[in-house]
């Protein structure tokens, strides 16, 4: 069982707004962490301390807050954010890091 | 930009330790946290531990009793010994680096190498 759970699909038409959810006891206390995974790919990180998003990651990816859930929204969705995205945290002491068990994005 | 590459025997057999070395190129590896991260095929990211240059390392609990990350034998080089391999152990072995002073998220990766645990 993973600590923060994801939900295992998500899937959205080009344009439109994919949110993917990761909740766990861990929040709000420590930050939420998103990658990005290509199949074949190491993963990108997209999001880090919840809302910041780091230099090169398009506009469109965006992440936000609420209590034990974690958010993360790409906005006007296309064809090449289809991947997987892994919610990543650390427990709610702080001592060792943890995984959602990710979810596949299709964009239809 | 920072750069990691991963090498290592791609086939362990039941039981026996697996061991790999992550290359670090373009940054110090005095400078940063340095993690590995493991992924098993068609499964989700599972993260095995850091190492810092002091020595002072920090392993995932699933794990501490076989795991070992240490400096390398040559410079701006850590390694991952994993001893009494299973099955359970094949996976993808990602080398990753911590952001800033942090241990705890990661904005570099090398490319990953699969490692099979096989007779």
């Known amino acids: 069982s993973f600590e923060v759970r994801q939900p295992p699909s998500v899937s959205v038409s080009p344009g439109q707004t994919a949110r993917i959810t990761c909740s766990g006891k861990a929040f709000p206390k420590q930050y939420a962490y998103w990658y990005q995974q290509k199949p074949g790919q190491a993963p990108l990180l997209v999001i880090y301390k919840d809302t910041q998003r780091p230099s090169g990651i398009p506009e469109r990816f965006s992440g936000s807050t609420s209590g034990t859930t974690v958010t993360l929204t790409i906005s006007e969705v296309q064809a090449e954010d289809e991947a997987d995205y892994y919610c990543?945290?650390?427990?709610?002491?702080?001592?060792?890091?943890?995984f959602g068990g990710g979810t596949k994005l299709t964009v239809l | 930009q920072v750069q990691l590459q991963e090498s290592g025997p791609g086939l362990v057999k039941p039981s026996e330790t697996l061991s790999l070395t992550c290359t670090v190129s373009?940054?110090?590896?005095?400078?940063?946290?340095w993690s590995w991260i493991r992924q098993p095929p068609g499964k989700g990211l599972e993260w095995v531990g850091y190492?810092?240059?002091?020595?002072?390392?920090k392993y995932n609990p699933s794990l501490k009793s076989r795991v070992t990350i240490s400096v390398g034998t040559s410079k701006n080089q850590f390694s991952l010994k994993l001893t009494s391999v299973t099955a359970a152990d094949t996976a993808v072995y990602y080398c990753?680096?911590?952001?800033?002073?942090?241990?705890?998220?990661?904005?570099?990766w090398g490319q990953g190498t699969l490692v099979t645990v096989s007779s």
């Open positions: 373009g940054g110090s590896i005095s400078t940063y946290y």
């Open positions: 190492f810092y240059y002091t020595g002072s390392t």
């Open positions: 990753a680096k911590g952001v800033g002073s942090s241990w705890y998220y990661f904005d570099s």
């Open positions: 990543q945290s650390t427990d709610s002491l702080g001592t060792y890091v943890i």
